[in-house]
């Protein structure tokens, strides 16, 4: 059975720093892409970063620079390393991977708040 756990969101301030982890579970040897995105209240969700499993990284223009993917394959996990935090950057943070022959699979979103 596949499953994304996050963790690591959570409050801070303006140029704060906060780290989210997603571990998956079950067939992790298929997960193809791996990453993030990001749903802010009254907004379409939106790709934060992403990683395939040939190392290739996009990120959104909104974070590069102050955002960091990166990715564990044995263990299945990724992790996005948040720096520079703006009040723009609060939303509900979702994992989302990919398997292949099994498709798409999303966490079940973490809240980071960024105070002004």
């Known amino acids: 059975q596949v499953q994304l756990v996050e963790s690591g969101g959570g409050l801070v301030q303006t140029g704060g720093s906060l780290r989210l982890s997603c571990a998956a579970s079950g067939s992790i040897s298929s997960i193809n892409v791996m990453g993030w995105y990001r749903q802010a209240p009254g907004k379409q969700r939106e790709l934060v970063a992403r990683t395939t499993s040939n190392g290739s990284t996009n990120y959104a223009d909104s974070v590069k620079g102050r955002f960091t993917l990166s990715r564990d394959n044995a263990k299945g996990t990724v992790y996005l390393q948040m720096n520079s935090l703006k009040p723009e950057d609060t939303a509900v943070y979702y994992c989302?991977?990919?398997?292949?022959?099994?498709?798409?699979?999303w966490g079940q979103g973490t809240q980071v708040t960024v105070s002004s």
């Open positions: 989302y991977a990919y398997f292949i022959f099994r498709g798409s699979y």
